[in-house]
């Protein structure tokens, strides 16, 4: 006999989102994929691989795992502004037609 769990969905529809909500939506989905690749490049690094650069020297060893920690943030920051900017127009046009309705589980 299958056991059934209740899912309870919650929607929120919005009329706008602001551009500090999208902007942090898109930061947070790239948290988890973003530090799993530094964290690959970092490993790889340690290991003697020339994947990290800085100054126009390979950075290799423990070093580069610290390094790519270090490179984590900005380039997470840098990569969510540039699909910040590619959302934005999108979905403020979608909202100008439609509401925005987001679907949370519990």
């Known amino acids: 006999m299958p056991i059934s769990h209740q899912t309870t969905l919650t929607v929120v529809t919005a009329r706008r989102l602001t551009a500090k909500s999208l902007y942090k939506l898109i930061f947070l989905s790239g948290l988890i994929p973003g530090a799993f690749f530094f964290f690959i490049l970092g490993i790889s690094a340690a290991n003697g691989a020339e994947t990290l650069r800085l100054n126009d020297a390979y950075v290799t060893g423990p070093s580069a ?13 840098a990569a969510s502004a540039l699909l910040w900017l590619l959302a934005a127009p999108g ?8 509401s925005i309705q987001l679907v949370f589980k519990e």
């Not at 795992?65 to 920051?77: K, Q, R, T, V, Y």
């Not at 979905?91 to 439609?98: A, T």
Request: avoid cysteine; aromatic fraction near 28%.
């Open 65 to 77: 795992l610290l390094l790519s920690a270090i490179l984590f943030i900005p380039f997470l920051a």
């Open 91 to 98: 979905l403020f046009f979608w909202s100008l037609f439609r």
